[in-house]
Antibody, heavy 126, light 113 residues
């Protein structure tokens, strides 16, 4: 079955850059699905960070756009998240996800996030 | 503050029916964008329950149903069971002058009494 697995450091220093990778198994990333990142601060709700298509087209949360970059490596069936200038407010469980979508006049109309990784906790501390 | 508004908590006894509301605006649900619902059991990743307003995801029992009207959506859970106790989130798409993207409700904690 389709599985997503996040990997990366669990601890990042303030002002530094977070890099996470999601490895997709059981399904080709070169498919008609989008791949994204969602985070959840401890005890709080969910926040969409951004999504990417295998072609490299990216869509980002406007509130994070200046600090976020998502890339895809189809040869490794992986996609990655980079978030710069980390602060304590960025501490969260980071999930990688799969979702369907339709591009409509430049808008990415999301289907549901149907496959989730188990999540990885990222702490921001010196 | 979340773009979509959900009650922080709801509760019900086993066998009863509960409804979780999700209120948006003209830039998201009211603009006819789809609403999706997720269940998050304690300590686990969220799981897709309902997609496209009223379609159950694979393996989801028919005790769960979704609906949408105007600027709001609802998740109904009938025949409450103890293992329905979880956090529930609605999600849609928001398009405004400040940008666009996927948005979530703040989540609703369901307690089975």
């Amino acid at each position: 079955q389709v599985q997503l697995q996040e990997s990366g450091p669990g601890l990042v220093k303030p002002s530094e850059t977070l890099s996470l990778t999601c490895t997709v198994s059981g399904y080709s990333i070169n498919s008609a699905y989008y791949w994204g990142w969602i985070r959840q601060p401890p005890g709080k709700g969910l926040e969409w960070i951004g999504s990417i298509y295998h072609s490299g087209s990216t869509y980002y949360n406007p509130s994070l756009k200046s600090r976020v970059s998502i890339s895809v490596d189809t040869s490794k069936n992986q996609f990655s998240l980079t978030l710069t200038s980390m602060t304590a407010a960025d501490a969260a469980v980071y999930y990688c996800v799969r979702h369907s979508a339709v591009v409509w006049f430049g808008d990415l109309l999301f289907g549901g996030f149907d496959i989730w990784g188990q999540g990885t906790m990222v702490t921001v501390s010196s | 503050q979340s773009v979509l508004t959900q009650p922080p908590s709801v509760s019900g006894a086993p066998g009863q029916t509960v409804t979780i509301s999700c209120t948006g605006s003209s830039s998201n649900i009211g603009a006819n964008y789809d609403v999706h619902w997720y269940q998050q059991l304690p300590g686990t990743a969220p799981k897709l329950l309902i997609y496209g307003n009223n379609n159950r995801a694979s393996g989801v029992p028919d005790r769960f149903s979704g609906s949408k009207s105007g600027t709001s959506a609802s998740l109904d859970i009938t025949g409450l069971q103890a293992d329905d106790e979880a956090d529930y989130y609605c999600q849609s798409y928001d398009s405004s002058v400040s940008g666009s993207g996927a948005v979530f409700g703040g989540g609703t904690k369901l307690t089975v009494l």
